[in-house]
C-alpha cells in the first residue's frame, strides 16, 4: 500500500479523533455513512451531550366530554315550553289613565280569586286583561308568571319576571317566581341566584324551602366548574412552559454547533500530511484537498481504516 496514503491516513484519523465534530458537518456525510454502513460504531455529535432518554408522553388532555361529567338529581325538571311569547301591553307608549289604573286593580283582584278556585286559564287571562290595562305596574307581571309557573311553562313565567324586575328591581316577588321557573328547568345556578336576592327583599318560607333544596346542586355546578378550570390554566402554564423550555433548548443547540462550526474551521488549516497544513503535501485544506475521495475508494485504505477506527 502506498505509504504517503497511509500517512495521510492516520492524520486524518487523528484529526478525528483530536476533533470528532468534523465528522458531522455536511461535507463528511459520505464518510458517515460508510462509517455506519461498515457496522462501525460513530456516536452522536459531542455538541448534542449524552445521549437522552426518550421523552414519555404526556397525557392527552381531557375531553371537553369528560370534563362535562357531573351527576346532578335532575328530578322535577321538565321539557322548556316553546309557545310563542305572551301578550306583554303597551309599557313604551301607553298612557295609564286613573280609570285605567283602578279597571286593572279589579281585573287583578278577579284573577287572584279564580285562581284560588283552581282555575288557571281564567285566572292567566284576567292577568293579561289588567297588564293591558295598566302595563307599567310590575306586580301583575309577577302575578301571571306565577300562573305560568303552575302551568309548568317556565320560559313565558321568565318573560313576565324579566318585565317585573326591568320596572322594580326591588320587587321579591319576581325573583321569587322566576327561581322557581328556572327551578323547572334545571337551572340550578340561576334559580339560587333569584331565590337568594328574593329572600334578601322580602323573607319567604316557599322561597327559602326552595333555596335549600337547589342551593347545593348550584354549589356543586360551581366547584365543578372551578376544578376544571384550574385544570386547564395548570395545562396552559405546563404548555407555555415547554414551549419556553423548547425555545432555550433550540437557542443552547444552535450556538453549540456554531462554536463546533468555528473550532473546526481553526482546525482545518494544520494537521500534518495534509495539503494546506504543516507537512500536508498538495497545499488544499482537509475537504477539499485533491484525492481525498480516491483515498476513501481505495480498499486497503478502507480496509486500514477500520482496523485503526476499532482498535
Not at 60 to 81: F, K, R, T, W, Y
Not at 109 to 132: C, H, R, S, W
Given at each position: 500500500?502506498d505509504?504517503?496514503?497511509v500517512?495521510?491516513?492516520?492524520?486524518?484519523?487523528?484529526m478525528?479523533?483530536?476533533?470528532?465534530?468534523?465528522?458531522?458537518?455536511?461535507e463528511?456525510?459520505?464518510?458517515?455513512s460508510?462509517?455506519?454502513?461498515?457496522?462501525?460504531?460513530?456516536?452522536?455529535c459531542?455538541?448534542?451531550g449524552?445521549?437522552?432518554?426518550?421523552?414519555?408522553?404526556?397525557?392527552?388532555?381531557?375531553?371537553?366530554?369528560e370534563?362535562s361529567?357531573?351527576?346532578?338529581d335532575?328530578?322535577?325538571?321538565?321539557?322548556?315550553d316553546?309557545?310563542d311569547p305572551?301578550?306583554?301591553?303597551?309599557?313604551?307608549?301607553?298612557e295609564?289613565?286613573?280609570?285605567?289604573?283602578?279597571?286593572?286593580?279589579?281585573?287583578?283582584?278577579?284573577a287572584?280569586?279564580v285562581?284560588?278556585?283552581?282555575?288557571?286559564?281564567?285566572?292567566?287571562d284576567l292577568?293579561?286583561?289588567?297588564?293591558?290595562?295598566?302595563?307599567?305596574?310590575?306586580?301583575?307581571?309577577?302575578?301571571?308568571?306565577?300562573?305560568?309557573?303552575?302551568m309548568?311553562?317556565p320560559?313565558a313565567?321568565?318573560?313576565?319576571?324579566?318585565?317585573?324586575?326591568?320596572?322594580n328591581?326591588?320587587?321579591?316577588q319576581?325573583?321569587?317566581?322566576r327561581?322557581?321557573?328556572?327551578?323547572?328547568?334545571?337551572?340550578?345556578?340561576?334559580s339560587?341566584?333569584?331565590l337568594v336576592?328574593?329572600c334578601?327583599?322580602?323573607?319567604?318560607?316557599e322561597?327559602?324551602?326552595m333555596l335549600k333544596?337547589?342551593?347545593?346542586k348550584?354549589?356543586?355546578?360551581?366547584?365543578?366548574r372551578?376544578?376544571?378550570?384550574r385544570k386547564?390554566?395548570?395545562?396552559?402554564?405546563?404548555?407555555?412552559?415547554e414551549?419556553v423550555?423548547?425555545?432555550r433548548?433550540?437557542?443552547e443547540?444552535?450556538?453549540?454547533?456554531?462554536?463546533?462550526?468555528?473550532?473546526?474551521?481553526?482546525?482545518?488549516?494544520?494537521?500534518?500530511?495534509?495539503?494546506?497544513?504543516?507537512?500536508?503535501?498538495g497545499?488544499?485544506?482537509?475537504?477539499g484537498?485533491?484525492?481525498?475521495?480516491?483515498l476513501?475508494?481505495?480498499?486497503?485504505?478502507?480496509?486500514a481504516?477500520?482496523v485503526?477506527?476499532?482498535?
Amino acid at each position: 500500500m502506498d505509504s504517503r496514503k497511509v500517512t495521510e491516513l492516520k492524520a486524518f484519523v487523528q484529526m478525528c479523533k483530536d476533533n470528532p465534530s468534523v465528522l458531522h458537518l455536511p461535507e463528511m456525510g459520505f464518510f458517515k455513512s460508510w462509517l455506519q454502513g461498515s457496522v462501525l460504531v460513530c456516536g452522536s455529535c459531542p455538541c448534542d451531550g449524552a445521549p437522552k432518554a426518550a421523552a414519555e408522553p404526556e397525557p392527552a388532555p381531557p375531553s371537553e366530554s369528560e370534563e362535562s361529567e357531573l351527576e346532578i338529581d335532575n328530578e322535577g325538571v321538565i321539557e322548556p315550553d316553546t309557545d310563542d311569547p305572551q301578550e306583554m301591553g303597551d309599557y313604551e307608549s301607553l298612557e295609564v289613565t286613573d280609570e285605567m289604573m283602578d279597571q286593572a286593580n279589579e281585573k287583578k283582584m278577579e284573577a287572584i280569586g279564580v285562581l284560588g278556585d283552581g282555575d288557571l286559564q281564567k285566572a292567566l287571562d284576567l292577568f293579561t286583561e289588567a297588564i293591558k290595562l295598566n302595563p307599567k305596574l310590575a306586580i301583575l307581571y309577577a302575578k301571571r308568571a306565577s300562573v305560568f309557573v303552575k302551568m309548568q311553562k317556565p320560559n313565558a313565567a321568565i318573560r313576565d319576571c324579566d318585565r317585573a324586575i326591568s320596572i322594580n328591581p326591588d320587587s321579591a316577588q319576581p325573583y321569587k317566581w322566576r327561581g322557581k321557573a328556572h327551578r323547572l328547568l334545571g337551572h340550578w345556578e340561576e334559580s339560587a341566584r333569584d331565590l337568594v336576592m328574593a329572600c334578601k327583599l322580602d323573607y319567604d318560607d316557599e322561597a327559602s324551602a326552595m333555596l335549600k333544596e337547589v342551593q347545593p346542586k348550584a354549589n356543586k355546578i360551581i366547584e365543578h366548574r372551578r376544578k376544571y378550570e384550574r385544570k386547564r390554566e395548570e395545562r396552559e402554564i405546563r404548555a407555555r412552559q415547554e414551549r419556553v423550555k423548547k425555545v432555550r433548548e433550540e437557542h443552547e443547540r444552535a450556538q453549540r454547533e456554531e462554536e463546533a462550526r468555528q473550532q473546526t474551521g481553526g482546525a482545518q488549516g494544520g494537521f500534518p500530511g495534509f495539503p494546506g497544513g504543516a507537512g500536508f503535501p498538495g497545499g488544499a485544506p482537509p475537504f477539499g484537498m485533491a484525492g481525498l475521495n480516491e483515498l476513501f475508494n481505495d480498499p486497503e485504505v478502507l480496509m486500514a481504516m477500520q482496523v485503526k477506527l476499532t482498535t
